[in-house]
């Protein structure tokens, strides 16, 4: 069966750091491409960053972009958003996904390109 666990949310200031991981069945790590959306209250679900199933490539939203650094770890079948520079806008319920036919750079910021998803790690910080 194919799974996703994501976790490290937790509450933080403003400024601070939190890492999270996002822990995947071994079928999918080795040849999907993966990415982290977050959902705000009362918002749409949003793009944050992706990287290719080669780890060679990473995509980044304009808001998040110098803060947080997306990375994978094929040995622990593991993939992980170091988020810097913490602001209170980037609270939200984070979400980890993977997807098998990312064929154009474009697909990477789209929800709906992603097959599997994690349960979502909520990450709070105050101002």
């Known amino acids: 069966q194919v799974q996703l666990v994501d976790a490290g949310g937790g509450l933080v200031q403003a400024g601070g750091s939190l890492r999270l991981s996002c822990a995947a069945s071994?079928?999918?790590?080795?040849?999907?491409?993966m990415g982290w959306f977050r959902q705000a209250p009362g918002k749409e679900r949003e793009f944050v960053a992706a990287?290719?199933?080669?780890?060679?490539?990473?995509y980044y939203a304009d808001s998040v972009k110098g803060r947080f650094t997306i990375s994978r770890d094929g040995a622990k079948n593991t993939m992980y958003l170091q988020m810097n520079s913490l602001k209170p806008e980037d609270t939200a319920v984070y979400y980890c996904?993977?997807?098998?036919?990312?064929?154009?750079?474009?697909?990477?910021?789209?929800?709906?390109?992603?097959?599997?998803w994690g349960q979502g790690t909520q990450v709070t910080v105050s101002s």
């Open positions: 990287i290719t199933w080669t780890g060679v490539r990473t």
């Open positions: 071994g079928r999918i790590f080795s040849s999907y491409d």
């Open positions: 996904a993977a997807g098998g036919g990312l064929l154009r750079e474009s697909w990477y910021p789209q929800s709906a390109k992603y097959d599997y």
